[in-house]
């Protein structure tokens, strides 16, 4: 069993004299106490030692890497080709895996080789003998500035870097010109203070000024190439009777500098803008078409770099740039705040006051998904973005029109219908439409049946009246019949007059009789 020791000086392989002290993890720093016992467990079986830094560079980037260096595949051949069923012990796995498709070596990789690794670097001194420590040391930091040189030369953040930078500077000389500007507006408004209200294009103020110079000369130059007709003959009208001072040839000599300097500024700003567009679009395509470059290089810049930002929720996105607002809010337990640098890209500009929190929200989670594509993503194409940009706008059209998306089967049903159903485009002529007062017309047809229905409803109710009439009469009468009848022998009976009975009581004897 051999073991693979890498330095900066070159690679070390042993081989393991006592594999069953290998099992022993807890207690193999022990047999590392001395030198003596160290060369006991392990001894020096090949040194191949590294001619020059550029190779131990190479020989490291590849370990990083997890691939195997020329020298180390030399080596392993040499040593290993005889010894078939041989083990070698390497302290990275991605390297193991390496060696073990190349050469069909079997690698271990586990606790114990680590732990076995960690004592071999204590007793190195004593067991790399022919190797003087101060000589190890100086390889030692060399390799470090090489390796990190290396790494600072082939970043996948420097494109990051690059795009922050100019961000940055890009809103310094916005700054710079802001302040240039009202400087020069300020210092040439004492002479002629009409001009900064007729030309109110900063550009077009600072060339007329440099053109010119006093207001005297105002009448005799073309200004054709920088102002339009109307606007140069107002200028020229404003000048005979301007109310400004008068100033000295060497005063008009220190404006126009001031307006060099603000021309060159300007179209250095023009070609910084022109090369962060194209840096966006090559680095972050998606995001540059769903926010815009400048609003996307300052989400890139403000998170540090495209990775950082990728990593980032959906929700920490829409309030990247507002975290003093957002904690104030949580101090004082007020509403946080609906966006931070989002609140400049396009789409939310677009939307009214009430429907901003709520694009900007949409806005965030669909950056959020074309960040990750560009980050981690293989091609770098700009189609998801233009995806999610024509949803986003079809979704500020709605909330714009108030007309939200119904959910309901319902909903779906009627639109499904009127999609397929044909809608006639000819309208016929309605007579009923012409009558202006508030009686409804009624048709012919609906005018010869209604009253044969009020006919029919009337007849029926007055047959059945009758009838109960007539069986009411009936039985009056069958009742007036028996009273004659029982009246007739109690006069008979009883010839003297008697007291009559109430109409009560006649009915009760009747009923009784009955």
């Known amino acids: 069993m051999f073991v693979l020791y890498e330095t900066p000086a070159g690679y070390a392989i042993f081989k393991l004299l006592d594999e069953k002290k290998l099992e022993q993890v807890d207690n193999l720093y022990l047999e590392f106490e001395t030198p003596e016992r160290a060369n006991k467990l392990l001894k020096l079986k090949h040194f191949e030692k590294f001619n020059d830094t550029t190779e131990a560079l190479a020989a490291a980037t590849a370990a990083v890497e997890g691939k195997v260096a020329k020298p180390l595949k030399k080596t392993l051949k040499k040593l290993l080709v005889d010894e078939v069923q041989s083990q070698l012990l390497v302290a990275d796995a991605k390297l193991g895996t390496a060696i073990k498709d190349k050469l069909s070596v079997q690698c271990v990789y586990n606790t114990g080789v680590q732990e076995l690794m960690r004592c071999i670097r204590q007793q190195a001194d004593s067991l790399l003998g022919g190797l003087p420590k101060r000589e190890m040391t100086a390889m030692a930091l060399g390799l470090a500035h090489s390796l990190s040189r290396y790494k600072l030369k082939f970043s996948p953040d420097k494109i990051d870097t690059m795009i922050v930078q100019a961000q940055c500077l890009l809103d310094d000389l916005d700054k710079e010109l802001n302040n240039y500007m009202m400087r020069a507006r300020e210092w040439y408004g004492w002479h002629f203070p009409e001009l900064g209200k007729i030309i109110t294009d900063n550009i077009a103020f600072v060339k007329t000024i440099k053109l010119v110079g006093t207001r005297d000369q105002m009448s005799t130059a073309d200004l054709s190439d920088i102002l339009p007709e109307d606007v140069e003959e107002k200028v020229k009208e404003a000048a005979e009777i301007s109310m400004g001072t008068e100033i000295s040839e060497e005063d008009v000599l220190n404006i126009q500098c001031l307006c060099d ?134 979704r500020l059209r709605l909330l714009e029109e108030g007309n939200l998306r119904k959910i309901s089967g319902t909903g779906k049903a009627k639109a499904k219908f009127e999609k397929y159903q044909a809608k006639s485009e000819v309208f016929t002529y309605q007579p009923e439409a012409d009558n202006t007062l508030n009686i409804k017309k009624r048709k012919h047809s609906e005018s010869e049946q209604t009253p044969i229905k009020k006919e029919l409803i009337k007849e029926e109710p007055a047959e059945e009246e009758q009838e109960e009439a007539e069986i009411k009469s009936e039985k009056k009468k069958k009742k007036k019949k028996k009273q004659k009848d029982e009246e007739a022998p109690e006069e008979a009976a009883a010839p003297e007059p008697a007291d009559e009975p109430t109409p009560a009581k006649k009915k009760k004897k009747s009923k009784h009789q009955e």
Do not use: C
Request: net charge positive; proline share 2%.
């Open 261 to 394: 300097e603000i021309i060159s500024i300007n179209d250095y700003r023009t070609h910084l803008y022109d090369y962060l567009k194209a840096r966006m679009m090559a680095m972050a395509p998606n995001l540059t078409v769903l926010v815009g470059d400048t609003v996307g290089a300052r989400l890139i810049a403000h998170a540090g770099s495209l990775i950082n930002l990728a990593k980032h929720p959906s929700s920490t996105v829409q309030i990247l740039g507002a975290e003093k607002a957002l904690f104030r809010a949580l101090k004082t337990k007020k509403d946080t705040p609906k966006y931070g640098l989002i609140y400049h890209a396009q789409l939310v500009g677009q939307a009214s006051q009430k429907n901003k929190g709520k694009m900007s929200r949409s806005l965030a989670a669909k950056a959020s998904l074309a960040t990750r594509v560009d980050a981690f993503g293989e091609e770098a194409t700009f189609e998801l973005g233009a995806a999610h940009k024509v949803k986003l706008e079809s």
